[in-house]
């Protein structure tokens, strides 16, 4: 099975700042990367899926990006309903196997 | 309106088995795949399996192979998802999530809002 790893598994941001969380997969996924967001006690939202593509309704200053291993969630500029914990999966095979979570609280 | 709408909460003791629901509405219920993740308090989330409504064909992780059943109604456009053996680890909440498809690329963009079940004795 595909084993999912993300970093950090936590991270203090203010309003503004630009965040950045990495996701890695232990073989190649090529494109098959999906990021979402959850809040406590909600269900998950996705945010990008296929690596890069914006889920329609959600804000452009989120971004995805890589293929292969290596993948990246970026937040260009963090607004107060962005605290949250973020996770990554794959879709390239099943088990579609879920990163273990990426927690961003306020500084 | 576009939603998954899963049934209530659930208590049950070490052994027995739980049959969550999903209805689906606002959408063709037959033309995307029924996902269930779960996730205990404080944890990530873990895909369990999938099921094609249309088809009714299934596929399950292997943690989950043989306690896991996944089936529907289509007449009421309802997925459900029934765990056997349960067992105290089993406590979290189910989520049910529709499968969406891009160039060949699976993700989820429906979720149900969760049905906790708890497993105690």
């Known amino acids: 099975d595909i084993q999912m790893t993300q970093s950090p598994s936590s991270l203090s941001a203010s309003v503004g700042d630009r965040v950045t969380i990495t996701c890695r997969a232990s073989?190649?996924?090529?494109?098959?990367l999906n990021w979402y967001q959850q809040k406590p006690g909600k269900a998950p939202k996705l945010l990008i899926y296929a690596a890069s593509s914006l889920q329609s309704g959600v804000p452009s200053r989120f971004s995805g990006s890589g293929s292969g291993t290596d993948f990246t969630l970026t937040i260009s500029s963090l607004q107060p309903e962005d605290f949250a914990t973020y996770y990554c999966?794959?879709?390239?095979?099943?088990?579609?196997?879920f990163g273990p979570g990426t927690k961003v609280d306020i500084k | 309106q576009v939603q998954l709408v899963q049934s209530g909460a659930e208590v049950k003791k070490p052994g027995a088995s739980v049959k969550v629901s999903c209805k689906a509405s606002?959408?063709?219920?037959?033309?995307?795949?029924i996902n269930w993740v779960r996730q205990a308090t404080g944890q990530g989330l873990e895909w369990m399996g999938w099921m094609n409504p249309n088809s009714g064909n299934t596929g399950y992780a292997q943690k989950f192979q043989g306690r896991v059943t996944m089936t529907r109604n289509t007449s009421i456009s309802t997925a459900y998802m029934e765990l056997s053996s349960l067992r105290s680890e089993d406590t979290a909440v189910y989520y049910c999530?529709?499968?969406?498809?891009?160039?060949?690329?699976?993700?989820?963009?429906?979720w149900g809002r969760g049905t906790l079940v708890t497993v105690s004795s």
């Open positions: 606002g959408y063709t219920f037959t033309s995307y795949d």
């Open positions: 073989q190649s996924i090529s494109s098959y």
């Open positions: 999966q794959q879709s390239y095979s099943t088990p579609g196997a």
């Open positions: 999530a529709r499968g969406s498809l891009y160039w060949g690329s699976r993700y989820f963009d429906l």
